[in-house]
């Protein structure tokens, strides 16, 4: 069995905290609720089942400072998108007693049941972005429907309501099946709109995968004006094809999530990507970690539990002149923080 922890980074970050740990922090300790009045002994585990690129190293460290602010013990499991393997290290998981386990993406029909013995052995749990189908357990969502809305709008405002698509997606990842619900539904509703490939690959890395297929895509259908690829590794995939292609001044790319990579890469002059839509995905992961407290602490965060997306053009960031993410939050307040599971007594990570 492998357990990744923290990494010596975040480790040496907890030391250089400890001041404020044993000051304030040990004053918000008396003050909080069971079992957070004794943080050092509450062990919660991340299971995850995707964790190529920014977004999920983002996502992890905002696990982690949340983590850090509560005080508690966090065992990392990073299953590299092979199911089988995360239903075991959510048994893995449970075998060690963890007090509560956050499940970060994977595919229902694998996780519904690892999730229930997790519940059935006592442990709350709470899902980010994969529907396991149980009412025990919160969803902490993005709010993809929203995502693709705002962008799809963009798009729109962008090029009109007629023009040949190319569309990038994997079916069976709960967040990409949600905006392709949206995205099914801007088709209805603008049938100007004709979708003339679909594309897309999970397969390591996700981005050149997808522009190895992104590549003939383009060849076979030269009349493609705009790419929804609503995630940002999806969307650096073609990118790369349609770079390669000449066609920087030809298509417009719209995606969903973004990263400081991504920013540069909206800002390249003559830069095919047009738009994103985005929650900070640090402030998701520290989402996920309220939520799941909430949940230790005997309350209750909600069946859903959606952080709300902003949307970021190419424009945007250059009239504002934002090249990263810290940027990007110190200019759109928002972005920063969500005041989503939310309580008195908990702290959050220094800002």
């Given amino acids: 069995m492998k357990i990744l922890r923290r990494t010596a980074l975040a ?3 907890s030391l250089a905290a400890s001041a404020t740990l044993a000051t304030g922090g040990a004053a918000q ?18 299971v995850r089942y995707l964790s190529t690129g920014d977004f999920f190293q983002s996502y992890l460290a905002g696990v982690e400072a949340q983590a850090e602010a509560l005080g508690v013990d966090l065992r990392v499991f990073d299953s590299r998108q092979d199911a089988a393997l995360q239903a075991d290290m959510v048994d893995q998981a449970i075998a060690l007693g963890v007090d509560g386990i956050i499940i970060q993406h994977g595919l229902t029909e694998s996780m519904q049941e690892a999730a229930q013995r997790a519940v059935d052995a006592g442990i709350k749990v709470v899902a980010f972005d994969v529907n396991v189908e149980n009412d025990a357990i919160p969803q902490i969502e993005q709010s993809d429907r929203d995502l693709a809305r705002l962008v799809l709008e963009q798009a729109i405002k962008d090029n009109g309501e007629e023009w040949k698509a190319g569309y990038v997606y994997v079916p069976g990842i709960a967040p990409l099946d949600r905006r392709d619900e949206t995205w ?12 003339v490939a679909q594309f897309g690959t999970l397969d390591n890395p996700i981005a050149n995968s997808n522009a190895n297929q992104a590549r003939s895509v383009l060849q076979a259908n030269p009349d493609i004006e705009v790419v929804f690829a609503p995630y940002n ?3 650096r995939g073609v990118k790369i094809a349609v770079d390669e292609a000449g066609l920087s001044s030809d298509i417009d790319i719209y995606s969903a ?6 920013i540069v890469a909206m800002r ?34 909600g069946s859903s539990v959606i952080i709300p997306p902003t949307l970021i053009t190419q424009d945007m960031l250059n ?24 309580t008195d007594w908990m702290p959050l ?3």
């Fill in 349 to 351: 990570p220094p800002r």
């Fill in 257 to 262: 999530d973004v990263s400081t990579s991504d």
């Fill in 11 to 13: 480790m040496v970050a």
């Fill in 233 to 235: 590794e999806f969307a």
């Fill in 268 to 301: 390249e002059p003559d830069s095919a990507w047009a738009a994103t839509a985005a929650t900070n995905p640090a402030v998701v992961g520290e989402v996920s970690v309220r939520a799941l407290a909430i949940m230790l602490a005997g309350g209750d965060p």
């Fill in 319 to 342: 009239e504002m002149d934002i090249s990263n993410m810290e940027e990007l939050s110190s200019n759109l307040a928002q972005f920063a923080h969500a005041d989503v599971a939310m």
């Fill in 29 to 46: 300790a008396q003050d909080m609720p069971a079992p957070f009045d004794n943080p050092e002994d509450v062990t919660i585990a991340l």
């Fill in 184 to 195: 099914r539904e801007f088709k209805e509703r603008y049938p100007g709109i004709d979708e």
